[in-house]
């Protein structure tokens, strides 16, 4: 028998490298699979086993696991993007391995096929309707009421999302989802949400176990871009117990319940409603923060889950964790990024993380993807969590020079 390897089929930005780095701890040979290999700097960097394949095409990656297999016992076989997430169970299926439900995952990550799946089961979500034009979109809004989301039915990351707020923005946004600006994964159609007014909040779920809750705050309007995270959320027990059981409520209503979950809430006037569903773990740093904050490593676990081991949820501190994003006020080139190294040497810092180089150019899409970094901290209190992070933030800087203005002809001046 051949060494246990783990199959990843692609790799994430954000907590691709620590599920390299958390097989590897198992004592498992990971490989990843990929379409585009290059999208994942730290393949390369680290010396990972990598293939290209085209992993929209199953039976192309059923022919390559098949002849991995004939060099490595291949112990599991996941994946961290949500876009490949259904073919690894169809994967698992196929080779008798641990993994999600296909189908569940499937109409889950269809935002409209959840939503009815959600409101056939009772659990409360905001207005939608579904449209496939300019004509309806406005119809859509007209009967939910000004203002309202505006989202892609399939995708993540809060990409093609916006809340608009008139008709003309209603318009502008429209056109920019369908006009070629937006790229689509697949055919498209656009979700129109009624606008859930209060506070985010997201749980992080193993099985059918809320490992932790935590609360979010965004950009400015209308994008909805993380500026901060917290762990765990500063709730009342009663208000804990509410968010955890319509948590459960939605896995049995979507067919979940196998591996990870993260279910984003808005807590209104009439309690908490459910935003989205979302079928595997939270992207960087949702994961570091949980363990941060109670010691878990839920991308272990997952691996231990995948690979058919007894996974350990048992929580071994009570910290509050939280992160900061750092985030460009400008489209432009960007000159420097200072005292970093500064920043994450300052006690309680966990993690300074640096996305790009300098001399980038900088062109905001208003999504996750506008992230330069973040910073992570930890400490028993909140409060002091929060002066740790202050401290971190107060030290970095970076400066993005503008681009220059088209002149009358177009170009540069």
């Not at 192309?60 to 996941?78: F, Q, V």
């Amino acid at each position: 028998m051949g060494r246990r390897a783990l199959v990843l089929i692609e790799g994430h930005r954000g907590i691709g490298l620590l599920f390299v780095q958390a097989a590897q701890r198992l004592g498992l040979h990971p490989v990843t699979l990929s379409t585009d290999p290059a999208k994942y700097g730290y393949l390369a960097a680290e010396g990972i086993e990598t293939i290209r394949v085209d992993t929209d095409n199953l039976d192309a990656l059923i022919d390559e696991c098949s002849r991995l297999r004939a060099t490595y016992d291949i112990a599991g076989i996941t994946a961290a993007e949500e876009e490949v997430y259904a073919t690894v169970g169809k994967l698992c299926r196929y080779f008798d391995l641990p993994g999600p439900n296909p189908a569940s995952i499937e109409s889950c990550c269809d935002k409209f096929a959840q939503r009815q799946l959600l409101a056939g089961a009772g659990v409360p979500t905001p207005a939608y309707r579904l449209a496939a034009n300019a004509t309806d979109v406005e119809t859509s809004a007209a009967e939910i009421g000004l203002p309202v989301i505006v989202k892609p039915a399939v995708g993540s990351g809060s990409s093609g999302v916006r809340l608009c707020r008139d008709f003309d923005e209603l318009a502008e946004h429209t056109s920019y989802l369908l006009g070629g600006k937006h790229t689509w994964g697949s055919s498209p159609r656009i979700l129109i949400e009624e606008f859930a007014r209060g506070p985010y909040y997201c749980a992080d779920i193993m099985g059918d176990e809320v490992i932790g809750i935590s609360a979010g705050d965004f950009g400015p309007p209308p994008h909805f871009v993380f500026r901060e995270v917290t762990v765990p959320a500063d709730l009342t027990f009663k208000e804990h117990e509410r968010i955890a059981d319509l948590s459960l409520s939605c896995l049995r209503a979507l067919g979940l319940g196998w591996g990870p979950s993260c279910i984003e809430f808005r807590w209104t006037k009439l309690g908490p409603i459910v935003i989205e569903v979302n079928p595997r773990l939270a992207g960087a740093p949702g994961p570091q923060l949980i363990q941060l904050a109670y010691g878990v490593d839920l991308i272990t676990e997952h691996i231990k889950l995948v690979t058919g081991d007894e996974w350990n949820l048992k929580k071994r501190r009570s910290h509050t964790a939280a992160a900061r994003f750092l985030v460009p006020d400008r489209d432009g080139i960007l000159d420097r990024a200072d005292n970093i190294r500064q920043a994450a040497a300052i006690p309680g810092v966990a993690e300074v993380k640096w996305y790009i180089e300098p001399k980038t150019s900088i062109v905001r899409k208003f999504d996750y993807g506008d992230w330069m970094g973040y910073i992570t901290a930890s400490s028993p209190s909140l409060a002091g969590t929060e002066a740790i992070l202050q401290r971190a933030l107060d030290l970095v800087g970076w400066s993005i020079t503008p681009f220059p203005a088209p002149g009358k002809d177009g170009r540069a001046i």
